[in-house]
């Protein structure tokens, strides 16, 4: 079955600066790959999605996120971290054929003034 | 126009009893999925609907049971509940191999 890892329990930057969160997945063929961020309280809202395709994904809020083969990965990145952006970050992995989703443990980001 | 709705937004209950979780879609998407994310924020799928008919099972107590009686609801009946059951309960649909849409997740305290 496949499965996700994100190192970084918790990561802080400071706002401007520019953010990686990392995601490796281990799944015997090409994934669908996506990133989620959930607020305080609230649902998990989707901020991008890899099927295929151009390896260089862009999302929603400014996100973008690089499908790497050869490193089983799939960091998300923000050039410039917005205080808004505090959150908690899961990277999921699902398969091609039923959709069957496994989210890594999530990073939480906080953003310091 | 919300897209995944669920209610109650907050339970509080008794161990021992049971409840039940009301979860409806009007995206139109034929699956449907339960999700526990516990305290540490680890987010376990726990059952899956595609058409009515479950495709995903995974280890969750036989206290649980998923009830969909159309492709737009899957409830989630507990019970006998445990304090372990506290936690956040989201419900999510999607249409077969598609990204999830989540609901506002449904959190449940068991004293």
């Known amino acids: 079955a496949q499965s996700v890892t994100q190192p970084d329990i918790h990561i802080t930057v400071s706002e401007g600066a520019s953010l990686e969160l990392r995601c490796n997945y281990s799944?015997?063929?090409?994934?669908?790959l996506f990133w989620y961020v959930q607020s305080p309280g609230q649902g998990l809202q989707l901020l991008l999605k890899?099927?295929?395709?151009?390896?260089l994904v862009q999302g929603i809020k400014g996100f973008e996120a690089e499908f790497k083969r050869s490193q089983s990965s799939f960091n998300l990145r923000k050039p410039s971290v917005h205080w808004s952006d505090a959150a908690e970050y899961f990277c999921?992995?699902?398969?091609?054929?039923?959709?069957?989703?496994?989210f890594g443990a999530g990073t939480r980001l906080t953003v310091k003034p | 126009d919300t897209a995944v709705s669920q209610t109650p937004k907050y339970l509080v209950t008794q161990m021992g009893n049971d409840k039940s979780i009301k979860c409806e879609q009007n995206?139109?998407?034929?699956?449907m999925y339960w999700y526990k994310q516990d305290s540490k924020k680890f987010l376990k799928i726990m059952f899956s609907?595609?058409?009515?008919?479950?495709?995903i099972n995974e280890t969750v107590p036989n206290r649980f049971s998923p009830k969909s009686p159309d492709k737009a609801h899957l409830n989630l009946h507990i019970n006998s509940l445990e304090l372990g059951d506290s936690a956040v309960y989201f419900c999510?649909?999607?249409?077969?191999?598609?990204?999830?849409?989540f609901g506002p997740g449904t959190r449940l305290t068991v004293l």
């Open positions: 995206l139109g998407h034929d699956t």
């Open positions: 999510a649909s999607s249409l077969r191999a598609g990204e999830q849409f």
């Open positions: 799944y015997g063929a090409t994934p669908y």
């Open positions: 609907y595609n058409n009515k008919e479950l495709i």
């Open positions: 890899y099927f295929s395709g151009d390896t």
């Open positions: 999921a992995v699902a398969s091609t054929n039923n959709n069957d989703m496994r």
